[in-house]
């Protein structure tokens, strides 16, 4: 089983920055990507970014350039530092892990960004 819980969320300024960050824990298999979905109140969750475990990122059009994963393998955590923040980013932001052999997924609580001057 895997367990992974987020940190960082909060009220913030437009055009100002958060940084998230996720830890997972239990039997995290080093073949891997973790990465960062959002959910706004009405709306379908998205994809915001992915990392894998070599290290390669994508990004959703509407963060690009303003917001940054990455990972630390040994520690199992990943981070999302976002920056020039906008109240369109307002959502409830979920941390994710799937297995890269098994395809086994794995989602976070959700932590709370909020957006608003």
């Known amino acids: 089983q895997v367990q992974l819980v987020e940190s960082g969320g909060g009220l913030v300024q437009p055009g100002g920055s958060l940084r998230l960050s996720c830890a997972a824990s239990?039997?995290?298999?080093?073949?891997?990507?973790m990465g960062w979905y959002r959910q706004a109140p009405g709306k379908q969750r998205e994809l915001v970014a992915t990392?894998?475990?070599?290290?390669?990122?994508n990004y959703a059009d509407s963060v690009k350039g303003r917001f940054t994963i990455s990972r630390d393998n040994a520690k199992n955590t990943v981070v999302l530092q976002m920056n020039s923040l906008k109240p369109e980013d307002t959502a409830v932001y979920y941390c994710?892990?799937?297995?890269?052999?098994?395809?086994?997924?794995?989602w976070g609580q959700g932590t709370q960004v909020t957006v608003s001057s």
């Open positions: 994710n892990l799937i297995m890269v052999v098994s395809g086994g997924t794995y």
């Open positions: 990392i894998t475990s070599g290290g390669s990122t």
């Open positions: 239990g039997r995290v298999f080093s073949l891997n990507a």
